[in-house]
């Protein structure tokens, strides 16, 4: 196969790269402004265990498209909320981390052991940035809570939870839980559905979910893998 990035070298023949839109004439392509850059450089070394880095930025992506959809919400809540919310399974130890996610794992004082030094997290990271003390406060709640909490505090928190759960349903959502639990894809994507369509706050996140779970099945039908 050609490489891609020669604009000439492909199966058409010509340069179409002049006819690209600018990323920010096209709704869903954003880069993170500097001082969510900076949240993300903070966050990122208590994310890496059980690829929550990758989950986290995802999620930010999928949040960021919530807030362009709920002009009520506050992007400087949501965004850094999602940046921060799993920086306390950094205090749980490695190997209980799995047992507390799992179906059935039965560990809830581990989940509110990740929230609770999570929030912890969130606040000490904002508070050196100089983030808006109401907004800290805003995020450190939504942060201690944000798994356990079945009812949400508010729009901020609604999509801080959307955009948490509708990760599971990306391919990279779908592909870290079949390697957490040795799933097939099929099954792997029944497991989640069951764990999120029905959990969602906004409709807005009900229909991502819709069609993310959509995308999930195409690429786990017979049909689809019999293409390779
Ligand atoms: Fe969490
Ligand atoms: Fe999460």
Redesign the pocket.
């Known amino acids: 196969m050609l490489p891609r990035q020669h604009a000439t070298e492909n199966q058409y023949g010509h340069d179409i790269t002049d006819r690209i839109p600018a990323a920010g004439s096209v709704p869903g392509i954003a880069a993170l402004p500097p001082w969510h850059d900076a949240v993300w450089r903070r966050a990122a070394p208590y994310l890496a265990v059980r690829d929550n880095d990758a989950h986290t930025i995802h999620s930010y992506g999928l949040a960021h498209a919530l807030t362009e959809l709920h002009p009520d919400a506050d992007p400087e809540v949501v965004l850094p909320a999602i940046l921060l ?2 920086t ?2 950094s205090q749980v130890p490695e190997g209980d981390v799995l047992t507390a996610i799992a179906p059935g794992g039965n560990r809830p004082d581990l ?1 509110l052991l ?2 609770r030094e ?1 929030a912890r997290i969130a606040r000490g990271i904002l508070d050196e940035l100089g983030h808006d003390p109401d907004r800290t406060s805003e995020i450190v709640d939504i942060v201690d809570g ?2 356990t909490r079945v009812e949400a505090l508010s729009l901020n928190d609604a999509l801080v939870k959307d955009a ?1 759960k509708l990760w599971r349903l990306t391919p990279h959502g779908i592909g870290t839980v079949m390697n957490w639990f040795g799933l097939d894809r099929d099954s792997a994507l029944r497991l989640i559905s069951g764990r999120v369509h029905d959990h969602l706050f906004t409709e807005s996140a009900r229909t991502m979910a819709r069609a993310l779970g959509a995308v999930g099945w195409v690429d786990s039908s017979p049909q689809r893998v019999a293409l390779g």
């Open positions: 919310h799993d306390g399974w989940v990740h929230e999570g944000h798994d948490d």
